[in-house]
């Protein structure tokens, strides 16, 4: 008997493949939660860091 002749095999696949799913969404969801203030802050300083080179001492104020 294959998975596919019984209903309650393919059932559970089907439950297996969407908490895979779940589970690869909600890391890249961690991910970006993450990723995206720390990246913005970086570009920030960056900016702040490259404007002072140049002689600007005050910067967003």
Known sequence: MSGM??????LQETAMDLSRELL??????VVLLIGLPALGIMLHRRKRRKLRQRGIKRYGH
Request: aromatic fraction near 8%; glycine fraction near 24%.
């Open 5 to 10: 002749d019984n209903p309650i095999s393919g």
């Open 24 to 29: 690869a969404y909600g890391i890249i969801g």
